[in-house]
């Protein structure tokens, strides 16, 4: 604990650190479990008021990652950074963790488990009660609040621990898979959640395998494998500097005429429609030509990659 | 990050504890656990105590002894001698000359349950005394014993008769001495043997007791907040050192709570009840057990919960952790072992060790200065080692502890748990 803690100049800081300094700062932060690395040399920033999303295959390094954010761990090297400061016990007051081992205490109520919780954050127990009032009312949560835990499905025991992670009212929210195992409409109401938390100027990091959440929520994104980075920036400039080569086509014909062509990468044909990768340098165009003359071509669009595609692409190249 | 926030613990701790003892288990133990040791301790010791007293047993129904002789005299003096004493328990009957035919027929009578035992003393028994005693009732070891006096003081009085002495000289030349023992340094204690026996053992029970239930309490305890997974949640809001106090203090206050409802209850008791109060008093209970045992409880329970939830931290399950539990029980059990010959020489030096000994020091220097007042350094050295060995145990299972919780699956070799102690 730095002796600094309640320096005067750091006790205004708050407020004006939100509005600027980044939630999150790792600086080539290295772990190792038994000798083997476990995070390698990964920095990232979290600005504020904004979905970051830390994707990567499973053993990638990701709980790893967060568990050194959120002081659960120590880095064996390197900076963690909260709201500015070297990461300490006090700062973890303004964190939300969801993590993706999660729990609750099954023998008590849903009532008495968040107000512990609650308590745990720094929050007064009426403090907490009204909090968990709200929250299981928003999340139609509110008949469930005397009944225990054990009492619960899954899905209603996560939407619990959701609310947990936002009960003390965080400024940076870390949530660990907060979808895995959820509904469509829950997992629906909890993007709701979380785009409304942005609004409100909270940084979140959502880590997750799962692509298509993280395309249609993350504002940036860091993509580890193997403790490293492989790639981070903003998504719409990942995207962009991945290249436009997919292609969509609807058609009606005999699609072989497309199998083997020279301008194709890789090609997905489902009979009546073809996904498909162009190879680098090749021309759409080209091939809108070449497939005009085989085929009658009802749609012909060219993507940006999907995630899911970029994130193959470079995990596969590492393997 | 090393930050240790007292609010934190007592918030963990105060969750412990209402969860605990509002447990159905917590309300039975507290009630079924007197009962158990009612009737482990309390009504042997009376029965105990009661037969040697000869006021228990109803005395319409005493245990029938056959006295077989062929010297006569010799059986009617032991006989007297068994059946001496006022509302005596035993009735003795003499046959004289003994013969094989007399002894098929006392067999006879024992098969039917006529008599309880017979002596048999013919001519080598006499000669050698070497006496045999056939019984139905081979556990009453107070027969026995008394039988045994009645027969030496049989033959020392024949002998003394033969020598010319008068049956009022040899009635008082061997009339037993009444031997009672006052603790030292304290004139009003009267330590008789029996009442000593029961405050060391029922104090010593609950001792044991608790130590063991309420240090296996703190293991599941860490275990179930692994195996439910919300350590990490945890993990966020508290540190890990914060997290084992506020456990290890919530789990004792439930012990404490416990054992303070058994002694309010005793003392309620014997403010409304002269039976319990006499009880009370024969068991010698003053303040400074009360304390000492408090001391000595609550220094026993801090480093066996600390060494217990550090194995919580290191293993998934209960089965996992059943056989590394026992190496940590084994003092417990060891000093249990001891509690018998410290009571009886409690200034050996192998009593002194062990009382010395930190594992053992909580039950058996608390036993020591309830039977007898062992050197004020010992005492001071007990605790003080005793203190030592809590903040090691603490430090240790500390680190073991914040790695440990976060574990899950393969249960830890001996080299990473010593890489989790220097790098945690």
């Not at chain 1, 050194?68 to 973890?92: C, H, K, Q, W, Y």
């Not at chain 1, 899905?155 to 898979?177: C, S």
Request: charged share 20%; hydrophobic share 45%.
């Amino acid at each position: 604990m730095e002796r600094t803690r309640d320096a005067p100049s750091n006790l205004g800081c708050e407020s004006r650190c939100d509005a600027v300094t980044p939630a999150v700062e790792l600086l080539e932060v290295r772990k190792s479990y038994g000798g083997v690395p476990a995070v390698d040399g990964l920095s990232f920033q979290i600005p504020p008021a904004r979905i970051f999303g830390l994707l990567g295959p499973n053993g990638a390094g990701k709980t790893s990652t967060i568990r050194m954010m959120i002081g659960i761990t120590s880095p064996d090297s390197g900076l963690v950074r909260l709201f500015g400061e070297p990461l300490r016990r006090r700062a973890l007051r303004r964190v939300g963790y969801l993590p993706e081992e999660r729990g609750l205490y099954r023998r008590m109520t849903v009532g008495a488990n968040l107000v512990f919780l609650g308590s745990l954050a720094g929050l007064s127990v009426a403090t907490s009660r009204q909090r968990i009032d709200a929250w299981t009312r928003r999340l139609g949560a509110a008949d469930w609040v005397d009944r225990r835990v054990e009492e619960l499905s899954k899905g209603m025991q996560q939407k619990i621990q959701f609310i947990a992670a936002l009960l003390h009212d965080p400024d940076l929210i870390v949530m660990d898979e907060p979808f895995a195992g959820l509904d469509p409409v829950n997992t629906m109401q909890l993007k709701d959640v979380l785009v409304g938390l942005r609004a409100a100027g909270k940084s979140i990091l959502f880590s997750t395998h799962r692509m298509d959440q993280v395309e249609k929520l993350c504002d940036s994104i860091c993509l580890v494998n193997r403790g490293k980075a492989v790639l981070q920036g903003s998504l719409s400039e990942i995207k962009n500097s991945n290249g436009r080569r997919f292609v969509q086509i609807d058609y009606e014909g005999d699609g072989a005429c497309l199998a083997g062509h020279p301008l194709i990468d890789s090609l997905n044909d489902y009979g009546n429609h073809a996904e498909l990768r162009l190879k680098p340098g090749a021309d759409a165009q080209e091939l809108l030509q070449t497939a005009m003359r085989g085929l009658r071509v009802i749609r012909f669009q060219v993507m940006d990659p999907s995630l899911e595609q970029i994130f193959i692409e470079r995990v596969g190249e590492q393997a | 990050m090393s930050e240790f926030s007292i609010h934190k613990v007592w918030i963990v701790a105060k969750r412990e504890y209402l969860e605990r003892v509002r447990t159905r288990s917590f309300v039975l133990s507290t009630f079924a656990t007197p009962l158990l040791m009612g009737t482990f301790l309390i009504v042997p010791t009376m029965i105990t105590a009661s037969t040697a007293r000869n006021i228990m047993l109803d005395s319409s129904r005493p245990a029938r002894v056959v006295i077989a002789s062929d010297n006569r005299a010799l059986a009617e003096l032991a006989r007297g001698e068994l059946t001496r004493q006022r509302g005596t328990p035993y009735a003795a009957s003499v046959l004289s000359p003994t013969s094989p035919a007399a002894r098929e027929q006392l067999d006879s009578r024992l098969d039917a349950s006529g008599i309880e035992g017979y002596v048999w003393l013919d001519g080598p028994a006499l000669a050698s005394r070497k006496v045999v005693f056939t019984t139905r009732r081979m556990g009453d070891f107070v027969l026995q014993r008394r039988l045994g006096a009645a027969l030496s003081y049989a033959f020392a009085a024949q002998r003394m008769v033969n020598q010319g002495g008068s049956p009022g000289e040899v009635a008082a030349t061997l009339q037993p001495v009444d031997l009672t023992a006052l603790a030292a340094g304290n004139s009003s204690a009267v330590f008789n043997e029996l009442r000593g026996a029961a405050v060391v053992f029922i104090f010593l029970f609950v001792m044991v007791f608790s130590l063991l239930s309420y240090g296996v309490m703190v293991m599941r305890s860490v275990m179930e907040e692994k195996s439910s997974r919300i350590t990490e949640v945890l993990m966020c809001a508290a540190s890990a050192q914060e997290l084992m106090a506020g456990k290890i203090l919530g789990t004792g206050s439930v012990g404490l709570t416990q054992i303070g409802l058994w002694l309010a209850v005793a003392a309620l008791g014997a403010s409304r009840s002269l039976y319990l109060r006499t009880a009370m008093t024969a068991l010698d209970v003053g303040p400074s057990l009360i304390v000492y045992f408090v001391v000595f409880y609550t220094l026993g329970y801090l480093l066996y919960s600390a060494v217990f939830a550090g194995v919580g931290a290191i293993f998934n399950s209960i089965d996992e952790a059943q056989q590394w539990n026992f190496v940590v029980i084994l003092p417990l059990i060891a000093a249990a072992a001891m509690i018998l010959p410290v009571a009886t020489s409690s200034d050996s030096p192998i009593s002194v060790a062990a009382s010395l000994f930190p594992f053992s020091a909580p039950i058996l220097m608390f036993e020591r200065l309830a039977v007898h007042d062992p050197p004020p350094w010992q005492l001071a050295a007990s605790l003080l080692l005793l203190l030592a060995t809590i903040g090691a145990a603490m430090f240790i299972s500390a680190r073991i502890y914040r790695t440990g919780i976060l574990m899950y699956g393969k249960r830890p070799t001996i080299r990473e748990l010593s890489r989790w102690l220097r790098h945690a």
